[in-house]
């Protein structure tokens, strides 16, 4: 992409724009702030936070489908490291764990839900509410319809803006378990039905 592109391409504008605005207010400026206002910009801060979250996940997921197309003999290598969470590790902070977390996670969310990456980019849920999400629709059967899994996400996200993340994963856990009962109880129904048609037979 040329300078000219990059110049209006809206993503490295807000980047840049957002690190300006919190580079200008120096941290000793939150002294001066009333305790109730202060409780009030922690919460959008952690908005504020989701919402970069979600854009990391988007970027992750364009770094490891260049790696993977690179790998192919398609395109050029984005990076130096053996992986993209060690790119990203590289480039900054040194966490590969953490940058191996944020790829799986980009991944799993795009792959197996609908309605969270959307949830989070709107500050709505955290991040680790989104991984908790994505697990638990991971898990559910494979023979679940597309509107059971989307009632299903659609019921975890309503509860992540009521329960603490240890009550969430247990919710998470009932809900797929129930799917999962469903099914097992629908096989054995059918399997008895043909265990006494051969009988009769």
């Not at 997921?61 to 790696?67: D, G, T």
Request: one cysteine or more; a negative charge.
């Amino acid at each position: 992409m040329s300078v000219a592109a990059l110049d209006t391409h809206p993503v490295p504008s807000c980047v840049r724009s957002a690190r300006e605005s919190f580079s200008a207010v120096p941290t000793s400026a939150w002294d001066g702030l009333e305790t109730g206002e202060v409780r009030r910009l922690v919460g959008e801060l952690s908005r504020l936070e989701s919402q970069v979250a979600a854009h990391k996940m988007a970027a992750a997921r364009v770094l490891e489908k260049a790696r993977k197309a690179a790998a192919n003999g398609d395109g050029p290598r984005p990076g130096t490291g053996t992986s993209t969470g060690a790119t990203i590790s590289i480039d900054f902070g040194g966490d590969r764990s953490g940058a191996d977390a944020l790829v799986n996670t980009a991944e799993r969310i795009e792959e197996q839900t609908t309605l969270t990456e959307a949830a989070l980019a709107a500050g709505e849920i955290t991040m680790k509410q989104a991984d908790i999400l994505s697990r638990a629709l991971a898990k559910l059967p494979e023979d679940v319809t597309s509107e059971q899994r989307l009632m299903c996400e659609k019921t975890l996200l309503k509860d992540a803006q009521k329960l603490t993340l240890k009550d969430l994963r247990r919710r998470a856990a009932r809900i797929t378990e129930t799917y999962r009962k469903t099914t097992d109880e629908v096989d054995a129904d059918e399997d008895e039905v043909l265990r006494k048609k051969e009988e009769a037979a």
